[in-house]
């Protein structure tokens, strides 16, 4: 388990996870009309595997800027959510 953590294998299976869950919500609004559409679930997403990536980055020891790459990839999702959210 140390390895997981210390390669960033555990953050590429959290990201296959939650393209799963992405892929399962599509299909359920697809068929249900139910749920989050999928313009609405991209941000999220975007900005969720954004912060792991950053995670995933400082886990292998990468240097700061492209930690702050990915933070500031996942401020420009979670900013593109607020903005579907309030308009």
Known sequence: MTEAF???????VIILLMWLEAALLWLWHRRT??????RVILPILLSGMALMLAVRAALVGADWPSI????LCGLFAHLLDLRQRLS
């Open 68 to 71: 702050a790459f990915w933070l």
């Open 33 to 38: 009309g139910k749920g989050l559409a999928p």
């Open 6 to 12: 210390a390669s960033g294998r555990i953050i590429d």
